[in-house]
């Protein structure tokens, strides 16, 4: 797989979780858990934020 075909599955898996179509974390694969103005997994502590994925500018963050 190539680096370019690796993130456009990540955007399709980012796309999948804001529409509500996949529950599971990227990172870890623990359920994650919807808030109103993010969605976020209590097991690793990533957050997605709703508004970012929805401008097109989704990212993942870690609480570490
Ligand atoms: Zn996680």
Do not use: K, N, W, Y
């Not at 190539?2 to 979780?17: F, G």
């Not at 974390?25 to 929805?54: K, N, Q, T, Y």
Request: charged fraction near 20%.
């Amino acid at each position: 797989m190539t680096l370019v075909a690796l993130s456009r599955t990540l955007d399709q898996e980012l796309a999948a979780i804001v529409r509500g179509a996949s529950l599971e974390c990227l990172v870890c694969g623990e359920f994650l858990l919807h808030r109103a103005d993010a969605i976020a997994c209590l097991e690793c502590g990533c957050e997605l934020r709703a508004e970012e994925a929805s401008a097109g500018a989704a990212h993942v963050t870690s609480a570490g």
